[in-house]
């Protein structure tokens, strides 16, 4: 059920993205409405542009994260540093912005090359020291952590000597097109990106032989291709979609907090989950990862706009979680 | 498909049956945007302005992200919170920074802006409700220094490394005896996240370096309770502890006499004085725009007396 | 005698398929029934209807005269219907005894478990079946044979009066298939009726009383075993008489040489082994389970270590450590094993054809070219003839002769010039297996050189211009294939035991 062959039926790729899950996440899609509606019912306030930008901002993080950790999965393996990882390209972009005053395209450039570099070092662990993901991943988690706080010597480092840097998330350049459509870039970057990443998936030799490796990766080692090689080159590109998610949340917060990042793994993992990828790997789609970050933040920002009590937020979203996957779980049945 | 229909039947009821026990706004409406929600010290912020709620007749949400490196859901939160049109906005900026587009189109939107706990790096908050950390931890270094003598080596659970608090507890303590104890040495400085056993183990460590150390400041209630526990694991005596901020668990070690005593903000007036301060903004009154919440000292002696009893959680 | 099953006018539809039309069964106490046909031909289906895994959409089942619709494995346990699946389901890390009383543990007070009591038990039925095994041994220590050995005594726990076997003797040996139709014939005679899937037709020469035969989902017909030949049960199964001509051996002494090895060695697996292939040539590799053909095989390819040994491709040496190097020196390696080592069967034909090649249908950024591997695919399908609805299809949705073919359609997309074959019609059915063998056939009349590793020694004599035969990590003899070699030379070389490790073992 690869993307790229029922992409392959109806030729166009727009058209396959959107018809491949078409069929396997109109579930999760139609979760999505009916929290969209019963939120809507539930709070007059909830249903406003300045709050549908406001879930959207808050998905384009973690959602770029989630497709980083999108890829990795359908590997068959789980990437636990994509948050600190996250949070070490924001510091090294600070390094270059800040501390050394580079010019702004050099610093997104270092960010991004950060993240590479982290996902080539988990790679190699993987594939080529035979290290599980979850532990090597587990290590440099850690390992990104200490050198996030190392270098920025535990203090936030802020980008406010580089004008323009917090354009790159806050500014809107879908609002000076289309004035009262004030979508912020971050959110359309998180769109670029999936598109990217779809495109990829579907239609290049490293997207096959992501789903490959995930379905038999004996059969794909068997079948003379260098396994290793390639599953180096999935972590590495999956760590720099990691630094793209590093840069965003930097200019977000037009700093970058070296302490943050803890967490937000599990928060993309669930996006992923939600969103009909298999942790067992060989299956799963961008789109289907997508739907599933809105779907969590849609559902976090709904439950604070009708004013529930905190404790039971996180109840009800443990509850999706466990309810989303059963469903998925059904489906395949 | 029965499974289908089943989970989107329970999505629904979710978001329908929540419902209910949503506080919804009437009249008018503050939503305080906290820094934690878990850590009691929190809880006592919210106790405060519920208390206020209730006399000023208005009502409050009140939340915060899980812990406090979490920024971005911080603002969040703050995105969520204007969304709903209150009367005024109580914040606590885990980063100033970050929040002030957020900050921006609530004034925009005519909402008021108090900060509390720590202030906001920003000419947009009308008003600051807070304790002044630095002042408090340098009273902390004075009955520190009161205790050994003025001299020996002491050290330092801070909870953090990034947030204000956390810097400017640190910093006021350290800069206190730097100024005015030249015969004490501070030998370390150590970072448990605020978390009781990191503390603890961390304290163990600093003990087994230096078994000569006279005291250990701990900046928070679980940096002062790890603290306490480390020293009591050690079987060390004579080590003065001071702590900061309440909790059972440490108004326990003061009672006994593990620890010498603590700092206490007044987190219960914290909550009081913002949701105090909002609505008088949002009526329309002027207000100050330094509202110090006071702290005090407390130790055995002190620890039942009136005024301290008041301001101290469990 | 009794009639123990009857099935009658079973109907079973899946989406889009109707696997099961008016299918039915006999069975007899203490007769050992062979069920007959073709990879889809609905036996496993029928089977899974008996022991309760699917439910039929119509017809009758009566056990003992009575009707019974079993809903699950364990109602139809109750019953006294069990089944030993072909891929076999133990816990790898549970023991022997544990395996066999998973979820019936005896119990002693307070929940504990009564071991001494579970491993008597299991040592009990052991030894009703002559199997000399320790209850407490690892299942995952044991060979496959072993732990098939467990599955039966697990089914027999249950005091089944109906057995089922899929393609029990798939991955046996010859002594290890003569101890377990040993165990069959007991059983036989305690009057259990056994329904006996298998595609090997001396076995049912061997064991069977009488042969059901299916085909497309449908009853074909039930004849005595013993008396008909086999070639109607064959024409039975296709639909067709399936014919083929005798081997020629060409003259190869003169081909130039596509592969030669010297002195392979790994520890005890491989032992000094040296041979030449030439090009157009099919060397067989015969010997019993172990004797180390697919650990030589999976040498050559890079997919395992050596410890010593030249690898030399046309005449050059090659330097392989690793299977990218082997398919980069032209070497192609179908494992034994499909499942596991030759698909990602959650993928669909084309992507699984496409694997080993994808560097030649791709742009310079790395984009696909899908247009061009779907036509190589469809030239690939329509030429091997696989029969799938689509190019599309996910290949875990085919039969295993289709599977087979894919494997063997994405090395010849490579253009390989040494095929390794290894076990290359395990698991599927006649008219596939002609079809796989025309195949070899075509490949070394291009000039290809293959190997070829065979458990099946007609299969080994029927397509190999040379048998290599192997024993305990050695290469105890070089055969010439054709009318002039028997099958008992090749067992003579197969069993030839080295002398100095056979008076060690007697030493023990």
């Known amino acids: 059920m690869t993307a790229s062959v029922d992409a392959k039926k109806e030729g166009g790729f727009l058209a396959g993205l959107i018809k491949s899950g078409a069929h396997q996440k109109l579930l999760a899609f139609a979760s999505l409405i009916m929290l969209l509606i019963g939120f809507s019912l539930g709070s007059p306030n909830f249903m406003q542009m300045s709050n549908m930008i406001a879930i959207l901002q808050a998905t384009s993080v973690i959602g770029v994260l989630a497709i980083g950790v999108t890829l990795i999965i359908i590997t068959g393996g789980i990437d636990l540093s994509i948050g600190t990882m996250m949070t070490f390209c924001a510091v090294i972009c600070g390094v270059f912005l800040t501390y050394w005053g580079l010019p702004l395209p050099v610093g997104v450039v270092a960010g991004i090359g950060a993240g590479a570099f982290c996902g080539f070092c988990s790679g190699t662990f993987v594939a080529k020291m035979k290290i599980p993901p979850f532990i090597a991943t587990l290590g440099m988690m850690l390992i990104l952590k200490g050198l996030s706080l190392v270098i920025s010597g535990t203090r ?21 097109v289309i004035p009262g459509l004030p979508i912020p870039n ?68 037009n700093s970058a907090q070296p302490a943050l990042g803890l967490g937000y793994e599990l928060e993309a993992i669930a996006a992923v989950v939600i969103g009909g990828t298999s942790l067992a790997g060989g299956r799963g789609t961008i789109l289907g990862t997508l739907i599933g970050a809105l779907i969590m933040s849609v559902l976090t920002n709904g439950l604070r706009v009708m004013s529930v009590a905190q404790e039971w937020q996180t109840v009800a979203t443990g509850a999706i979680i466990i309810l989303a996957v059963y469903a998925d779980m059904s489906r395949k049945k | 498909m029965f499974s289908r229909r089943t989970i989107l039947g329970t999505i629904a009821a979710t978001a329908l049956l929540t419902g209910p026990t949503a506080v919804f706004a009437e009249g008018e409406y503050v939503a305080l945007v906290s820094k934690g929600f878990q850590h009691q010290f929190w809880q006592a912020v919210q106790s405060g302005a519920e208390q206020a709620a209730e006399e000023l007749g208005v009502t409050i949400t009140f939340e915060g992200p899980d812990n406090e490196t979490m920024v971005d859901k911080q603002i969040d939160m703050l995105a969520a919170a204007l969304a709903n049109k209150p009367a005024a906005i109580g914040f606590a900026a885990l980063d100033s920074q970050a929040a002030i587009p957020l900050l921006r189109d609530a004034d925009a939107a005519g909402i008021p802006i108090i900060a509390f706990d720590s202030g906001v790096d920003s000419d947009i908050p009308l008003a600051t409700a807070a304790t002044n950390n630095m002042a408090a931890a340098a009273l902390a270094a004075e009955k520190m220094a009161e205790f050994i003598g003025g001299k020996g080596k002491v050290a330092v659970v801070a909870h953090d490394q990034t947030s204000r608090t956390g810097i400017e507890r640190r910093d006021g303590f350290l800069e206190k005896i730097a100024a005015d104890y030249p015969d004490i040495e501070v030998v370390t400085v150590q970072y448990g996240a605020g978390d009781q056993l990191k503390s603890t183990e961390l304290t163990k460590a600093i003990l087994t370096a230096n078994p000569d150390l006279s005291g250990i400041f701990g900046t928070n209630e679980g940096s002062a309770i790890g603290v306490v526990n480390g020293v009591t694991e050690m079987g060390t005596e004579g080590v003065v502890i001071i702590g900061y901020d309440s909790g059972k668990a440490q108004k326990d070690a003061i009672r006994s006499g593990l620890m010498a005593g603590a700092i206490t903000q007044n987190p219960v007036g914290i909550g009081y004085e913002t949701v105090k301060a909002a609505i008088m903004a949002a009526r329309g009154e002027t207000i100050d725009s330094e509202i110090d919440t006071g702290f005090y000292y407390y130790d055995a002696e002190t620890i039942d007396n009136p005024e301290i009893a008041a301001v101290l959680y469990d | ?356 090649n994808l560097e030649n249908f791709t742009s310079q950024l790395g984009v696909l070219n899908e247009s061009e591997i779907d036509t190589a695919t469809q030239e690939m399908v329509d030429k091997l003839n696989i029969r799938t609805p689509s190019i599309h299809q996910e290949v875990r949705l085919l039969s295993g002769g289709n599977q087979q073919k894919i494997v063997v359609g994405k090395w010849l997309l490579r253009d390989c010039d040494i095929f390794i074959f290894d076990e290359p019609t395990r698991g599927i059915d006649v008219g596939a297996k002609a079809e796989i063998y025309r195949l070899i056939e075509d490949l070394t009349a291009r000039g290809k050189a293959v190997i070829m590793i065979s458990s099946e020694l007609p299969e080994v004599m029927r397509l190999s211009h040379r048998i290599l035969v192997m024993c305990e990590g050695r290469v105890t003899g070089i055969l010439p294939g054709g009318e002039g070699t028997t099958q008992e030379d090749i067992m003579t070389l197969a069993t030839q035991r080295d002398t100095n490790q056979q008076n060690a073992g007697y030493i023990q």
């Open chain 3, 1 to 356: 005698m009794d009639k123990i099953v009857e099935m009658i006018g079973v109907d079973k539809g899946f989406p889009g398929v109707q696997a099961l039309k008016d299918a039915r069964l006999e069975l007899y106490k203490g007769e050992v029934h062979a069920l007959m046909g073709e990879n889809g031909a609905g036996k496993s289906t029928l089977m899974k209807v008996l022991s309760g895994i699917y439910k039929k959409d119509a017809g009758e089942i009566l056990i003992r005269g009575k009707p019974e619709e079993p809903v699950g494995p364990r109602e139809a346990q109750a019953l006294g219907i069990g089944i030993i699946h072909q891929e076999l389901s133990l816990m790898m890390d549970l023991s022997a005894a544990q395996n066999i009383f998973i979820g019936r543990e005896p119990r002693l007070s307070f929940g504990r478990i009564d071991d001494a009591e579970m491993n008597r038990k299991a040592a009990t039925l052991f030894s009703s079946m002559h199997l000399d095994l320790d209850p407490q041994t690892v299942v995952g220590d044991l060979t496959i044979a072993k732990q098939q050995m467990i599955e039966i005594s697990k089914a027999l726990s249950f005091n089944s009066e109906v057995l089922i076997m899929d393609e029990p003797t798939a991955a046996l040996n010859d002594a290890e298939i003569a101890d377990l139709f040993n165990i069959i014939n007991k059983l036989k005679a305690n009057g259990v009726g056994i329904v006996y899937i298998s595609h090997k037709m001396d076995e049912l020469k061997r064991i069977a009383d009488r042969v059901t035969v299916m085909r497309d989902g449908q009853y074909v017909g039930t004849v005595d075993a013993k008396e008909t030949p086999v070639d109607q049960i064959i024409a039975m199964m296709v639909g067709r008489k399936v014919q083929h001509d005798p081997l020629v051996v060409p003259e190869i002494s003169d081909v130039p040489v596509a592969l030669e090895v010297r002195g392979l060695n790994r520890g005890k697996e491989i032992r000094d082994v040296s041979f030449k292939l030439h090009r157009g040539e099919v060397l067989g590799f015969a010997g019993l389970m172990g004797a180390g053909r697919t650990e030589v095989a999976r040498a050559i390819f890079g997919a395992d270590p050596l410890d010593a040994g030249e690898v030399f491709v046309g005449g050059e040496k090659r330097h392989i450590t690793s299977p990218h190097d082997a398919v980069k020196a032209g070497i192609g390696y179908l494992s034994e094993d499909r499942k596991r080592y030759g698909l990602a069967i959650t993928m669909d034909v084309a992507a699984n054809t496409a694997m080993p």
């Open chain 1, 186 to 253: 971050g959110v359309l970057i998180l769109f670029l990106v999936a598109i990217g990443v779809a495109y990829v998936l579907s239609r290049t030799v490293l997207g096959r032989y992501t789903y490959a490796l995930g379905s038999n990766e004996e059969a794909v080692r068997l079948s003379g291709v260098n396994a290793d090689r390639w599953k180096i080159a999935i972590y590495t590109f999956a760590g720099a979609i990691c630094g793209i998610a590093g840069v965003l949340i930097a200019s977000r917060l």
């Open chain 1, 156 to 176: 936030p480092i802020y980008f406010n000597d580089t004008p323009g840097f917090d354009k790159i998330s806050r500014g809107s350049l879908i609002g000076e």
